[in-house]
């Protein structure tokens, strides 16, 4: 069967050069993640706090270095992005192109058809690049600051980590009704695209007829039809802001409440600065980039992507996907 994942791993499967090079320069984009923590530690506690601040400043002008390599690491991975993204994309029109023909060749009209060239494949190649973008993101700077708050305490680090782990969990639990509302919201639009073009294609008859009110009318269902779906998935940002509260905010007040303890074991007024800026500028930017990013452009791109593969020609040794177009 061809699903989405298939066809994303197939995809990404054909692309393994581009994702290496994709994935190095992330690694290097990440460095100022893995290490902001650690050399503020000690660039307070062996440096300013130590009555030695030429020692603290060379820790910053280290941390300094480390954004220069995040910089150029950043603007190498955008652009290695559209070496993975565009060829997805060309394949998508021509699975579209050439589902639409074989079916005008065999006497089916298929007026949905115009927006899912136009408009879908439009939506998938925007939201896979941005997908593309916030995952990577999330695994190598979340990845980075873990490390980082392991290489400052194990204690600190399993005290970021659990809520952490907590908020993804309810993220992930939410995805499914995401998706079907998202799944609800493309078939709406749908439906209103057949509508219409249903409607300016028979603007005259409609005019001579007088049938102008009920056309209007029945138009006006479908547009209204959309706007509640539309408003019911925008519902579903209550549980990204919970997931976001809890992996994200709930670390920092839980390193506070928790610093009295940290000290006993050891750890310098550095190296629990340095935790908090880990999770402030590491985990929680990139948990929110995370969350937002698949909430929105995440399920536009498997519904959607989904919608096309189920009215589109399969490609070569693919089958074709289970049920029709609805």
């Known amino acids: ?34 290490l902001t923590g650690l050399l503020t530690a000690r660039a307070v506690d062996a440096g300013f706090l130590a009555g030695r601040p030429a020692v603290g400043l060379l820790w910053l002008g280290l941390l300094a270095a480390a954004v220069l390599v995040g910089a150029v690491g950043t603007n190498r991975a955008y652009a290695c992005l559209g070496d993975v993204v565009e060829p997805f994309r060309d394949d998508l029109l021509r699975r579209v192109v050439t589902g639409a023909l074989a079916g005008a060749t065999g006497g089916r009209v298929d007026d949905a058809a115009v927006g899912r060239l136009t408009h879908q494949v439009e939506i998938v190649r925007d939201t896979w690049a941005g997908l593309l973008t916030v995952v990577r993101g999330f695994l190598f700077a979340a990845c980075a600051a873990i490390v980082g708050l392991f290489s400052l305490a194990a204690p600190v680090a399993l005290l970021v980590t659990v809520p952490v782990l907590a908020g993804l969990g309810l993220f992930a639990a939410a995805v499914p009704a995401m998706i079907a509302r998202q799944r609800e919201y493309v078939l709406a639009d749908e439906r209103l695209t057949r509508v219409a073009v249903t409607a300016l294609a028979g603007h005259r008859d409609v ?18 039809a959309q706007a509640r779906v539309e408003r019911r998935l925008a519902a579903m940002a209550v549980t990204r802001g919970l997931s976001l509260a809890v992996g994200g905010w709930l670390p920092v007040p839980v390193v506070v409440l928790a610093t009295p303890w940290l000290v006993r074991q050891g750890l310098g007024p550095g190296a629990v600065l340095g935790a908090l800026v880990y999770v402030v500028r590491g985990v929680q930017p990139a948990l929110h980039t995370l969350v937002q990013g698949v909430a929105a452009g995440g399920l536009r791109f498997t519904v959607t992507l989904d919608r096309l593969l189920r009215t589109a020609v399969p490609a070569p040794g693919e089958a074709a996907p289970a049920g029709g177009a609805s």
Do not use: I, Y
């Open 1 to 34: 069967m061809t699903t989405v994942g298939a066809v994303t791993r197939a995809a990404l499967r054909a692309r393994r050069a581009a994702l290496v090079r994709l994935a190095a320069w992330s690694a290097a984009e990440a460095l100022p993640a893995a």
């Open 207 to 224: 005019s001579v007829s007088g049938a102008r009110e009920p056309v209007t009318r029945w138009v006006g269902r479908h547009v209204d």
